[in-house]
Each structure stands twice: as structure tokens, then as C-alpha cells.
């Protein structure tokens, strides 16, 4: 008899833990201003999330990508939006376990130096200079180095120094840096300020390259697949209603960042907001990560195939 109640009784607290974890929010972050996570804040803001079933909780906004990875390695987030050169690294270093779910946007970067005559008119004239990125391993770090190296500029040549993009405009204008690089709608609002000017657009470092991504916690990802599914068709919603009505969003943006309605016009521009993912792109990243040593990964297209899932997108339009 004992027994027979220390088994119900063990039993009846299993089911209230996985009840109990069933109605926990589902935890999520973005990057601070990142106007590349819009789909997020329309998600938010036009209630798609609940729409599809998903209580969503804002858990964190960070500065940098490589911020978001520690905290999933933290077990603090299940979801997030997150630069894909970032989430590569910390899963290849297993650093954090987490599954690449649907592209959130390509391109929508810039290369920017002050807006006065700085004497920096090409990549090559950057030599001897301090350059800011975001983060190591950043979106931006990688298309800076990749640009570089296509311009056969030697790294060492450049003093690339990490300062978080709300601090970079300051800093170009106060002389501290000779350029940054950045997410927009940084770029777009050196611009506005009259602070700085482009000197080239992740457009022209890499056409249509991958940035960002939205991730869940692989353990969350195995334990609620629906959850996550939700997650996805209110972000494929949020997209299409950017591409759609993308004076709405430019106003949400506004809400988000705080920013002036044009600065967020004119960042909106240069990102394509897209859900689409981009399997070629990733490789890129892998290998490119890999020739800078940032990660080391025997398989690459085993490492590809089991970092990126398509299967959320594909039931969509099954």
C-alpha cells in the first residue's frame, strides 16, 4: 500500500512539473535597436505570437550577438534573434547547443568613417587605423575581415578594436575610432547626425550575405517543437507584413528604437527582410570562421545539416 501511494504520489508531481513547465513564457531576446529584429517587434506589437499559440516573454536585450549565445549557454533563453556568425561560433565551440530555425534578414550592415574629410576614401586607406566591430565573431567582424582580405589588406595592418554600436557614433565623432561597422540603423544614423558617411555597405562586402537568424535552445527545441513551430509562423507573419506595409513598420522601428522616423526609413532600405534560409550561406560562414580560427569543425556540411533546420519552414507550406 505504501509503495502503491509513494508511486501515485510521484506520479502526480511528474505531471504537475511537465504542466507547470507547459505554462512557463516562452523566453526570448533581441539585440538592442537592432533594426534587423523588427519582425520580432511586430510580432509583438500585432500580437502574432499569441495568435499562434505562443506566450512570449521578453527575457533580455542585449548589445552583441556573442551576449545572446552566453545567455542560452546560461540556460536563461529558449528563443532568440541573433547574428548567425555569432550562433555559428558558440555551437561549434560548443560554447551553447542551439538550432538555426528560419533567416530573420540578409544584408543591412555598413563600413562607416566620419563624415569629415578623414582621408579615408577607399579600404586600403583604412591601414594604420582603428576600426570598431561589435563583438568578435560578430556579422560585422566577418564581412570587415572578408572585405579586407579581399582587398588584400593584412589584418595586422588594422587596430580593430570591440565597442558596442550605442557607443560607436560618439566615438567616430570624437575621434576615438577612424571607423566602425555596424547593424543597422547605427550606419543610417552616423548619417543623419552628420556624424559619419559610408564607406561601403555589407551590400557591396557580400551580396545578399546572411545576417541574422532566429534560434531556439536545442533542449527547448526537442521538448516543445510546437512551441517553437509557433514561434516561426509568427515571425513568417511579422516578415510578410513588413514587405507588405512597410510604413507601419517603420513606425513600430520608431517605437523600438527610439530613433527619428527617417533615420529608421532610410536603415530600412538597406536590409532585406526575408525567413527564407541560406544553407550556401552558412557553408561560407563555416569556412570562413574556420580560416580565422574562430572555430574548428572536421565536417562542415555534417555541421550545416545539423545546425540548421528547415523542417518549421517546410511545414508551413505543406
Not at 511586430?42 to 505570437?49: H, Q, R
Not at 570591440?162 to 575621434?175: N, Q, Y
Not at 562586402?205 to 545576417?211: L, T
Request: proline residues 4%; charged residues 20%.
Amino acid at each position: 500500500m505504501k509503495k502503491l501511494l509513494l508511486c501515485t504520489f510521484i506520479l502526480i508531481t511528474l505531471i504537475g512539473a511537465s504542466h507547470a513547465d507547459q505554462q512557463k513564457p516562452l523566453r526570448m531576446a533581441y539585440l538592442q535597436n537592432d533594426i534587423h529584429h523588427l519582425a520580432f517587434w511586430v510580432a509583438l506589437e500585432k500580437d502574432y505570437f499569441k495568435l499562434h499559440g505562443a506566450d512570449v516573454e521578453v527575457t533580455g536585450v542585449f548589445r552583441a550577438g556573442p551576449e545572446i549565445m552566453t545567455a542560452f549557454a546560461a540556460g536563461a533563453l529558449d528563443m532568440a534573434y541573433v547574428g548567425e556568425a555569432p550562433a555559428t561560433t558558440a555551437v561549434a565551440n560548443k560554447a551553447a547547443k542551439a538550432v538555426v530555425l528560419a533567416q530573420v534578414n540578409t544584408e543591412g550592415s555598413a563600413l562607416v568613417v566620419n563624415a569629415e574629410d578623414s582621408g579615408i576614401a577607399k579600404l586600403a586607406d583604412l591601414k594604420g587605423k582603428t576600426v570598431a566591430v561589435p563583438g568578435h565573431s560578430t556579422v560585422q567582424d566577418f564581412l570587415l575581415k572578408k572585405a579586407l582580405k579581399k582587398h588584400q589588406v593584412n589584418l595586422k595592418q588594422i587596430n580593430i578594436v570591440v565597442i558596442k554600436p550605442p557607443e560607436m557614433i560618439s566615438a567616430l565623432r570624437t575621434r576615438q575610432v577612424d571607423a566602425f561597422i555596424a547593424w543597422e540603423p547605427y550606419p543610417s544614423q552616423a548619417i543623419t547626425m552628420g556624424s559619419g558617411r559610408h564607406l561601403l555597405t555589407s551590400h557591396q562586402m557580400w551580396a545578399d550575405h546572411p545576417c541574422c537568424v532566429l534560434v531556439a535552445d536545442t533542449k527547448f527545441f526537442k521538448a516543445h517543437p510546437k512551441k517553437a513551430q509557433a514561434v516561426v509562423r509568427a515571425h513568417v507573419q511579422a516578415t510578410d507584413f513588413i514587405n507588405q506595409h512597410p510604413d507601419e513598420a517603420a513606425k513600430i522601428g520608431v517605437k523600438y528604437t527610439g530613433l527619428d522616423e527617417d533615420t529608421v526609413r532610410q536603415a530600412m532600405k538597406t536590409v532585406k527582410y526575408t525567413y527564407h534560409l541560406s544553407i550556401a550561406g552558412e557553408k561560407e560562414y563555416v569556412r570562413f570562421l574556420s580560416e580565422l580560427r574562430y572555430i574548428r569543425v572536421n565536417d562542415p556540411d555534417r555541421f550545416v545539416a545539423d545546425f540548421i533546420n528547415p523542417q518549421p519552414l517546410k511545414e508551413l507550406t505543406e
